[in-house]
Each structure stands twice: as C-alpha cells, then as structure tokens.
T-cell receptor
Framework: GAGVSQSPRYKVAKRGQDVALRCDPISGHVSLFWYQQALGQGPEFLTYFQNEAQLDKSGLPSDRFFAERPEGSVSTLKIQRTQQEDSAVYLC???????????????FGPGTRLLVL | QKEVEQDPGPLSVPEGAIVSLNCTYSNSAFQYFMWYRQYSRKGPELLMYTYSSGNKEDGRFTAQVDKSSKYISLFIRDSQPSDSATYLCAMSAQNSGGYQKVTFGTGTKLQVIP
C-alpha cells in the first residue's frame, strides 16, 4: 500500500509569494500532523487534524500559516507572504487512530523542501 | 532550554562498533519514548518506542528509558554502513485535546565507516 505522499517535493518561492503544500495521508488514517524541520534540527509540531477538525494549531508560527483538511483526507498547508525564515522542510505525518491516549505510530511523508529567496 | 536535548554529533564509528545515542528531557509528563531514523532527504521512520521506564530490544537495537534521571538511550550493536543516518529521539505526552503530542530532539547524525 502507498505511504504518505507530499507534493511538491521542492519549492522555490520569492519572498512575499504565497505557497501551498499538499499532503496525501495513508488511506483511512484519522490523524494528520504537520511539522516544520529547519536545517540541522528535529521536526517541530505545527498543527494536528482529527478527520476534518483542526484540533490543535498552537505550533503555527504566525497568522501567515494556514492549514486545512476539508474532507478528512488530503491536507494543504498554505503560507502567505513567504519570508526567508520560512525556508525549511515541511513534513506531514498520519496515524491510524486518534484520541485514544495511546501513542500511535506516525508515518511520515518525504517532506516538501521550501526555499524562500 | 529545550524540553528535549540531544547531541547533534556528527558521530563517526567503524563498522561493527557499538553505538550509543542519548537524550535528556525536562518534562515529567512525557509517557512514550521513541527513536526515529531519518535518511537524507527522507521523512523520519519509527525504529522503536517504549512506554515508561525500562529496556526494549529489537534485533541489533536496544532502547533504554530511565525516567528517574530523565534520560533515554539507543544502542546499536554490530553497526552497519546502512545504519548511517540521523537518529531522532522523540517523546510524547497526553495533550488536552486527547492525543499524544510528540516533541523531537535535534537528531544525531551517525556515520558508520566500512
């Protein structure tokens, strides 16, 4: 079966440009997470969806960042008016269950590498 | 101070060596302790996880958790060149939203020399 896929794999944007990053989770996975990974750092939590509901967006760095998952499957992370500090790898992960209080394995996509010039 | 501290390395060892990777943490609420492996330009993949203190072994890999010292370790026996990757420790605690929120270390880059 297919794993988590992300597109595009690489994106170069000019400062001030809007970008949209797509995540296709594993079919049937309830939970979906977005992370930001700066060079030489571990992934940092951005936001969490349970089906179509965005239950936690506490990690979004500013109001320029917006995520949605309207039908509870594919998710899009949008960054408006990109800045150089937004350059990073954006990782998406999905897991099967949600809200059980038990640690569910998160399956990661390959990431989208964003470079803002 | 970060909640999870991990030496970024790089760590270079000869093939066949025993590798020891470690993390410390400050949040007593962490319940699950994980190790992820990340190859260059790939997403992290889960290697092992443990719940609370103790040891867990899986093939050449052994994970140890000492909650009293807030210290976790991953040991790799008979290391292979294919083990060359970045190893991320990760920990999770129950979030108010009812899910386990994961916090990652910075990752340790490991190179196993043939």
């Amino acid at each position: 079966g297919a794993g988590v896929s992300q597109s595009p794999r690489y994106k170069v944007a000019k400062r001030g440009q809007d970008v949209a990053l797509r995540c296709d989770p594993i079919s049937g996975h309830v939970s979906l997470f977005w992370y930001q990974q700066a060079l030489g750092q571990g992934p940092e939590f951005l936001t969490y969806f349970q089906n179509e509901a965005q239950l936690d967006k506490s990690g979004l760095p500013s109001d320029r960042f917006f995520a949605e998952r309207p039908e509870g499957s594919v998710s899009t992370l949008k960054i408006q008016r990109t800045q150089q500090e937004d350059s990073a790898v954006y990782l998406c992960a999905s897991s099967h269950l949600a809200g059980t209080g038990v640690q569910e394995t998160q399956y990661f996509g390959p990431g989208t590498r964003l470079l803002v010039l | 101070q970060k909640e999870v501290e991990q030496d970024p390395g790089p760590l270079s060892v000869p093939e066949g060596a025993i590798v020891s990777l470690n993390c410390t943490y400050s949040n007593s609420a962490f319940q699950y302790f994980m190790w992820y492996r990340q190859y260059s330009r790939k997403g992290p993949e889960l290697l092992m996880y443990t719940y609370s203190s103790g040891n867990k072994e899986d093939g050449r890999f052994t994970a140890q958790v000492d909650k009293s010292s807030k210290y976790i370790s991953l040991f790799i026996r008979d290391s292979q060149p294919s083990d060359s990757a970045t190893y991320l420790c990760a920990m999770s605690a129950q979030n108010s939203g009812g899910y386990q929120k994961v916090t990652f270390g910075t990752g340790t880059k490991l190179q196993v020399i043939p």
